[in-house]
């Protein structure tokens, strides 16, 4: 299995309280992978709004051009905690599609974003936004919770089930760990009560695990059936929480941190 690179770092920002915290993950895990990191801000077309006021469509150059000045100081001060390479992009349209465009265009590794904002362009980070750039990303995307204050994956949680999608995440959860030194929770989901298939899914755990060991990684492991994958990750991840503060890479090679 090819180990997963991290050496580019989207971070969409609007530069609210929320995918301000998105950033400072992304910038504690570029000085750790020494990677690149580039600044997205998608500017809707109808009307924007930032805690220095709001902006219409007839404002859009002189919306345009603090934005650019508020991202090149952003940079700069980035650029001095990382010792890294920073850059950003400016886009324009629907708040997904113009993050699916810049991670195409900077050709990134991982996207870091906030799930929600309090201030920002139409409340730029709301639950379907980040739900569309977690199920359209084809890389692995964090979003990051308000609560997330704390810096670092203590502990990952890792679902797996008989899908294809559900092994290539383990690549990016390797990584992660390594770095953080952080343990992981493998949790083998049956959602179908049959024996080829649960053969089927102790031989894939059973693949996790040795990859796991190769690499050193601490880890611990549970099987449980269900057929709501989500409601089962979650379940798990909050139950997990009250240990330790965990991190929950689905099916999809996305990543929560709660």
């Known amino acids: 299995m090819k180990a997963f690179k991290i050496s580019k770092i989207l971070v969409p920002v609007d530069l609210s309280a929320n995918s301000m915290l998105a950033l400072e993950h992304a910038t504690f895990m570029a000085k750790l992978f020494k990677a690149d990191i580039i600044l997205a801000h998608v500017m809707e077309t109808t009307v924007s709004k930032l805690d220095l006021g709001t902006f219409t469509a007839s404002d859009k150059k002189y919306a345009e051009q603090i934005i650019n000045d508020k991202l090149t100081q952003l940079s700069t001060e980035i650029r001095l905690k990382t010792g890294g390479k920073v850059s950003y ?30 201030s920002g362009f139409e409340e730029f980070f709301i639950g379907s936004n980040a739900f569309r750039v977690v199920t359209e990303s084809t890389v692995p995307v964090i979003t990051v919770q308000t609560r997330a204050s704390k810096l670092g994956f203590e502990k ?18 390797v990584e992660l760990a390594k770095k953080y030194s952080s ?54 991840a909050k139950k997990q929480s009250r240990k330790e503060q965990p991190t929950t890479l689905e099916a999809g090679c996305s990543c929560v941190i709660q």
């Open 183 to 236: 343990k992981v929770h493998i949790l083998g989901i049956l959602s179908v009560d049959d024996d080829d298939a649960a053969l089927a899914l102790d031989k894939r755990l059973e693949q996790v695990e040795k990859h796991f060991a190769k690499h050193d990684i601490s880890y611990t492991m549970e099987m449980v059936e269900g057929e709501n994958l989500a409601k089962i990750t979650m379940k798990q």
């Open 156 to 173: 990952i949680l890792c679902p797996i089930d008989s899908s294809d999608p559900s092994r290539e995440k383990v690549r990016f959860i």
């Open 89 to 118: 992009i400016l886009k324009a349209g629907k708040i997904s599609k113009g993050i699916a465009e810049a991670t195409k265009e900077s050709n990134a590794d991982l996207i870091i974003m906030g799930t929600h904002g309090v």
